[in-house]
């Protein structure tokens, strides 16, 4: 009997026998992820979680060697000992476990609230809230297990060089209250009251430089309340007000904010908020009029204000510790953005509303600023800007100020001291920004964010497109390419692995230091090493087609390896598309060692992935991502749906776990259930964005049409957002498609223009950013027209599923309904999901199961020949209907 059943498991392909399941939504809720790796100090120990929807966490701790490990349920909030020979975690609801590594003793603290460790000169401190508040704070010596206890706890702190722990409790008795501050010393033990009061509230406690803290307060003061500013360091007794409403240079009417200060590297200084105390009052009085007038000459429109207004006006200040003099840095719509030394970097602009409108208000513009903390002098360094690429960053010592130029596509330095400017990156003859953008808006190739400084601010890391420069601040020395043009020769992207070589202001660098690449053509992801100093090119290590760390795709922040700190062994996680995430190690970045064994996908019906490529109809090349599934027969005929947004090619080897749609379609759910789905790259032509989504998508299906195993008769597209308003401009163009599911779209650029939602403009978003119009409706009426859905109802055939909720603030839901209600005027096949509760995408379980099952439902019904479910016949009088 066993052999016939396995006969006819190898004979009944066709009817499904023995093949496996595909995937649903409880393979959702049990579907098994990996996160939260860490790696000891010593490198010899790993820590991950195993998490499920719903379900307790799963702990687990190995060796790198994987000759000892052990689990442990619902366990988190893992920390190893610095020096890797421990590991501490919660269990439970309130246990704490210490781990000795490699050996399995365990030692179970009972009734803990929350714990922290800490480490100074070998010595290894574990601090622990009891939930008992009379046993409060416990201090322990992990080596003696010698304990301190501080009652009444409620918070506590390591100092930065963990010297002491700093304590805040409360000791509430009979309706009166007393808020203190004490310091433990960690050495000595001994125990110190820097800070009591009564009826008083303590927040954003920060430490800083030789033993100081500060902190604000707050409390009664005649007939207001009050937020004080103060301050505690090893030279007093007591903490003392450091900033209230008295003291010189805050200015009537402004109060001290309650945010968190913040102290300069030498500890002279310290940065905090002023509160304008009477704005919110003239603003809740101008609103009790119950009238708002807009104004063309305000510079904000009434709604950003109404938003802003919700909340105090705060401006930044400081104080010099020594002087007791608070100087005002900003006014109105300015920020700090840097500071080092002596120097404050200012940004001034409209804050809310940003560089929307800088193309044409020049009150958008936004200008910077260096001001002299201990005088509040200001120099202005540049003004009228509109593009983000040329915000200004103060250097950490402050004797820098590095800026992009976008007419001399260059770099520049500005030198506090002597005020000079230096093209410092003239002699690199590279191309920063991206001439290949479809964007009006220029962006720079790889934009730096905040520039790594190294040798004391002597040099500065920036990337072009491929490659790592070093660019010397005083331009004295010329520039360097740590990848010597290696990425630009073979269209490599190279970027840094932040292993504490880099950053700060001093630079650890040994003979040679790893950077991560990325094949721009194959999408294959590896590890290369570089000689420092430069000699030839990068020497690979390791390549393939993988994906390493937490990215979640294309516009996605990358993760790097972890390294050990005090050890050359890296942990990271790596997958494709057929391999779930899973750890690894490596000492090299040549050999790895798989340490987690994750692979959920196994037990379903999944997926391959293929990098493709066609010609657009414009003839011009494009790539895309093809899906198939795992069980794919090229003798069937297969429905296929496409998903797009812009450019997702890079997506390959992305492994994508299954999940309920919340906007976009799940592409592991559609190919379970034996759909084909390919995601094609759009590049766009400025003025014509419509048009190059049809371009590329319509290319996409005549090319894939062409194979075999593809039905031509029974395509599908969808998009969410962007990919919305491209799959209603593509349904208004386009007979080629069987269904359409369009989530959050525009339907009308007319009137989205004039619409104030993002809690910005679509003003900007037509003109400069990703609607690409490129220029306004009065001076092309036609473009708007042309790009536009709505003005195309009347050509739409294909049945269209619409999704978009009254909730949303970035595409309003009244896109839809125009669209919804043009094309029900005509008498076209369309339905409109709407789910209260949710904005631009569907948020809670249930609302995305009901989406994900009506979603399924609708192109099954188009693409696969089911029967059309109940909800698309619709709600009729019972009188003929239509």
């Given at each position: 009997?066993?052999?016939?059943?396995?006969?006819?498991?190898?004979?009944s392909n066709a009817k499904g026998l023995c093949q496996k399941p595909i995937l649903d939504t409880t393979a959702?809720?049990?579907?098994?992820?990996?996160?939260?790796?860490?790696?000891?100090?010593?490198?010899?120990?790993?820590?991950?979680?195993?998490?499920?929807?719903?379900?307790?966490?799963?702990?687990?701790?190995?060796?790198?060697?994987?000759?000892?490990?052990?689990?442990?349920?619902?366990?988190?909030?893992?920390?190893?000992?610095?020096?890797?020979?421990?590991?501490?975690?919660?269990?439970?609801?309130?246990?704490?476990?210490?781990?000795?590594?490699?050996?399995?003793?365990?030692?179970?603290?009972?009734?803990?609230?929350?714990?922290?460790?800490?480490?100074?000169?070998?010595?290894?401190?574990?601090?622990?809230?009891?939930?008992?508040?009379?046993?409060?704070?416990?201090?322990?010596?992990?080596?003696?297990?010698?304990?301190?206890?501080?009652?009444?706890?409620?918070?506590?702190?390591?100092?930065?060089?963990?010297?002491?722990?700093?304590?805040?409790?409360?000791?509430?008795?009979?309706?009166?209250?007393?808020?203190?501050?004490?310091?433990?010393?960690?050495?000595?033990?001994?125990?110190?009251?820097?800070?009591?009061?009564?009826?008083?509230?303590?927040?954003?406690?920060?430490?800083?430089?030789?033993?100081?803290?500060?902190?604000?307060?707050?409390e009664q003061m005649g007939n207001r309340s009050q937020n004080v500013l103060w301050l505690y360091n090893d030279?007093?007794?007591?903490?003392?007000?450091?900033?209230?409403?008295?003291?010189?240079?805050?200015?009537?009417?402004?109060?001290?904010?309650?945010?968190?200060?913040?102290?300069?590297?030498?500890?002279?200084?310290?940065?905090?908020?002023?509160?304008?105390?009477?704005?919110?009052?003239?603003?809740?009085?101008?609103?009790?009029?119950?009238?708002?007038?807009?104004?063309?000459?305000?510079?904000?429109?009434?709604?950003?204000?109404?938003?802003?207004?919700?909340?105090?006006?705060?401006?930044?200040?400081?104080?010099?510790?020594?002087?007791?003099?608070?100087?005002?840095?900003?006014?109105?719509?300015?920020?700090?953005?840097?500071?080092?030394?002596?120097?404050?970097?200012?940004?001034?602009?409209?804050?809310?509303?940003?560089?929307?409108?800088?193309?044409?208000?020049?009150?958008?513009?936004?200008?910077?600023?260096?001001?002299?903390?201990?005088?509040?002098?200001?120099?202005?360094?540049?003004?009228?800007?509109?593009?983000?690429?040329?915000?200004?960053?103060?250097?950490?010592?402050?004797?820098?100020?590095?800026?992009?130029?976008?007419?001399?596509?260059?770099?520049?330095?500005?030198?506090?001291?002597?005020?000079?400017?230096?093209?410092?990156?003239?002699?690199?003859?590279?191309?920063?920004?991206?001439?290949?953008?479809?964007?009006?808006?220029?962006?720079?190739?790889?934009?730096?964010?905040?520039?790594?400084?190294?040798?004391?601010?002597?040099?500065?890391?920036?990337?072009?497109?491929?490659?790592?420069?070093?660019?010397?601040?005083?331009?004295?020395r010329p520039p360097i390419n740590l990848t010597n043009g290696y990425g630009r020769k073979r269209h490599i992207?190279?970027?840094?692995?932040?292993?504490?070589?880099?950053?700060?202001?001093?630079?650890?660098?040994?003979?040679?230091?790893?950077?991560?690449?990325?094949?721009?053509?194959?999408?294959?992801?590896?590890?290369?090493?570089?000689?420092?100093?430069?000699?030839?090119?990068?020497?690979?290590?390791?390549?393939?087609?993988?994906?390493?760390?937490?990215?979640?795709?294309?516009?996605?922040?990358?993760?790097?390896?972890?390294?050990?700190?005090?050890?050359?062994?890296?942990?990271?996680?790596?997958?494709?598309?057929?391999?779930?995430?899973?750890?690894?190690?490596?000492?090299?970045?040549?050999?790895?060692?798989?340490?987690?064994?994750?692979?959920?996908?196994?037990?379903?019906?999944?997926?391959?992935?293929?990098?493709?490529?066609?010609?657009?109809?414009?003839?011009?090349?494009?790539?895309?991502?093809?899906?198939?599934?795992?069980?794919?027969?090229?003798?069937?005929?297969?429905?296929?749906?496409?998903?797009?947004?812009?450019?997702?090619?890079?997506?390959?080897?992305?492994?994508?776990?299954?999940?309920?749609?919340?906007?976009?379609?799940?592409?592991?759910?559609?190919?379970?259930?034996?759909?084909?789905?390919?995601?094609?790259?759009?590049?766009?032509?400025?003025?014509?964005?419509?048009?190059?989504?049809?371009?590329?998508?319509?290319?996409?299906?005549?090319?894939?049409?062409?194979?075999?195993?593809?039905?031509?008769?029974?395509?599908?597209?969808?998009?969410?957002?962007?990919?919305?308003?491209?799959?209603?401009?593509?349904?208004?163009?386009?007979?080629?498609?069987?269904?359409?599911?369009?989530?959050?779209?525009?339907?009308?650029?007319?009137?989205?223009?004039?619409?104030?939602?993002?809690?910005?403009?679509?003003?900007?978003?037509?003109?400069?950013?990703?609607?690409?119009?490129?220029?306004?409706?009065?001076?092309?009426?036609?473009?708007?027209?042309?790009?536009?859905?709505?003005?195309?109802?009347?050509?739409?055939?294909?049945?269209?599923?619409?999704?978009?909720?009254?909730?949303?603030?970035?595409?309003?839901?009244?896109?839809?309904?125009?669209?919804?209600?043009?094309?029900?005027?005509?008498?076209?096949?369309?339905?409109?999901?709407?789910?209260?509760?949710?904005?631009?995408?569907?948020?809670?379980?249930?609302?995305?199961?009901?989406?994900?099952?009506?979603?399924?439902?609708?192109?099954?019904?188009?693409?696969?020949?089911?029967?059309?479910?109940?909800?698309?016949?619709?709600?009729?009088?019972?009188?003929?209907?239509?």
């Amino acid at each position: 009997m066993k052999n016939i059943l396995i006969l006819i498991c190898l004979v009944s392909n066709a009817k499904g026998l023995c093949q496996k399941p595909i995937l649903d939504t409880t393979a959702i809720k049990n579907w098994t992820h990996i996160r939260a790796g860490m790696i000891s100090s010593n490198g010899q120990y790993v820590c991950f979680t195993n998490e499920r929807l719903n379900s307790e966490i799963e702990l687990t701790v190995t060796s790198v060697d994987r000759k000892w490990h052990m689990s442990f349920r619902n366990a988190k909030s893992a920390q190893f000992s610095a020096d890797g020979l421990q590991i501490v975690f919660k269990i439970g609801q309130d246990s704490l476990v210490i781990l000795t590594l490699g050996v399995g003793r365990i030692e179970i603290i009972e009734h803990v609230v929350t714990f922290k460790m800490g480490e100074r000169d070998g010595s290894q401190w574990l601090a622990y809230m009891d939930g008992n508040p009379e046993r409060g704070l416990i201090v322990r010596d992990l080596a003696t297990k010698r304990e301190n206890s501080v009652p009444f706890a409620r918070e506590f702190h390591f100092d930065p060089s963990c010297e002491n722990i700093i304590v805040i409790g409360r000791l509430d008795h009979a309706g009166d209250s007393t808020t203190w501050i004490r310091l433990v010393n960690l050495a000595t033990r001994a125990v110190k009251t820097v800070w009591r009061k009564r009826h008083a509230t303590v927040a954003n406690l920060v430490a800083g430089p030789l033993s100081s803290i500060s902190f604000v307060s707050n409390e009664q003061m005649g007939n207001r309340s009050q937020n004080v500013l103060w301050l505690y360091n090893d030279r007093m007794d007591i903490a003392r007000i450091l900033v209230s409403t008295a003291t010189s240079g805050v200015e009537p009417g402004m109060d001290v904010a309650n945010l968190a200060p913040e102290f300069t590297s030498d500890g002279r200084f310290i940065f905090f908020g002023l509160q304008d105390s009477t704005a919110l009052d003239r603003d809740l009085r101008r609103k009790a009029s119950k009238l708002e007038i807009w104004s063309y000459l305000d510079e904000k429109p009434e709604p950003v204000l109404e938003e802003e207004e919700k909340y105090s006006k705060i401006y930044p200040a400081a104080i010099s510790i020594s002087a007791g003099k608070v100087v005002r840095l900003g006014g109105s719509d300015e920020s700090v953005v840097g500071h080092g030394g002596k120097w404050v970097l200012i940004r001034h602009g409209l804050g809310y509303s940003g560089l929307s409108e800088s193309g044409w208000n020049a009150s958008a513009e936004e200008s910077f600023f260096l001001v002299d903390i201990e005088n509040g002098a200001r120099t202005l360094l540049k003004d009228h800007i509109k593009f983000p690429l040329e915000d200004l960053s103060l250097s950490p010592s402050g004797k820098w100020v590095f800026y992009y130029d976008l007419n001399q596509n260059n770099y520049f330095s500005y030198n506090t001291t002597t005020h000079t400017i230096r093209n410092v990156s003239l002699s690199c003859h590279t191309q920063w920004i991206n001439i290949e953008t479809d964007y009006p808006e220029h962006f720079l190739e790889a934009s730096p964010g905040l520039p790594k400084w190294l040798n004391n601010d002597e040099w500065v890391l920036v990337r072009d497109r491929y490659d790592i420069w070093k660019i010397n601040a005083s331009g004295k020395r010329p520039p360097i390419n740590l990848t010597n043009g290696y990425g630009r020769k073979r269209h490599i992207r190279f970027s840094l692995i932040d292993t504490g070589s880099f950053g700060g202001t001093s630079e650890i660098w040994k003979s040679r230091i790893p950077v991560q690449g990325v094949d721009e053509n194959s999408q294959d992801r590896g590890f290369f090493s570089i000689a420092i100093p430069v000699r030839g090119g990068p020497r690979l290590l390791s390549m393939g087609p993988y994906v390493y760390g937490e990215w979640r795709g294309h516009g996605k922040d990358d993760s790097w390896p972890i390294k050990a700190k005090n050890s050359e062994c890296y942990l990271m996680l790596r997958m494709n598309a057929v391999e779930a995430p899973n750890y690894f190690v490596s000492k090299d970045l040549r050999h790895f060692v798989q340490i987690s064994d994750n692979q959920p996908q196994r037990e379903y019906n999944w997926l391959t992935d293929e990098l493709i490529g066609w010609k657009t109809l414009d003839g011009t090349y494009t790539k895309g991502i093809l899906y198939k599934p795992e069980n794919f027969n090229p003798g069937r005929k297969y429905p296929v749906i496409f998903d797009y947004y812009e450019v997702r090619s890079d997506e390959v080897n992305l492994f994508i776990p299954p999940a309920l749609s919340s906007s976009r379609i799940n592409i592991p759910w559609f190919v379970s259930r034996g759909y084909l789905v390919l995601v094609p790259d759009i590049h766009y032509k400025i003025g014509y964005p419509g048009l190059s989504a049809y371009n590329s998508v319509v290319s996409a299906a005549e090319f894939l049409s062409r194979r075999p195993y593809v039905d031509r008769g029974r395509m599908g597209i969808q998009g969410h957002s962007f990919g919305g308003y491209e799959t209603n401009y593509i349904v208004s163009h386009s007979r080629l498609f069987a269904a359409a599911c369009s989530c959050s779209g525009l339907s009308d650029l007319v009137s989205f223009y004039g619409a104030i939602a993002r809690g910005s403009y679509p003003m900007y978003w037509s003109e400069r950013s990703q609607g690409r119009i490129g220029t306004t409706p009065w001076a092309a009426p036609e473009l708007y027209i042309s790009n536009s859905p709505i003005f195309a109802a009347d050509r739409v055939t294909t049945p269209l599923l619409l999704m978009h909720n009254k909730g949303d603030a970035l595409v309003p839901f009244a896109q839809s309904v125009e669209f919804f209600s043009a094309l029900r005027r005509l008498g076209k096949r369309v339905w409109l999901l709407q789910y209260d509760g949710s904005d631009h995408f569907i948020e809670g379980w249930s609302a995305q199961e009901d989406f994900t099952m009506r979603m399924t439902q609708f192109f099954d019904h188009y693409l696969r020949g089911l029967p059309a479910p109940v909800w698309m016949a619709g709600k009729k009088s019972g009188r003929g209907g239509f």
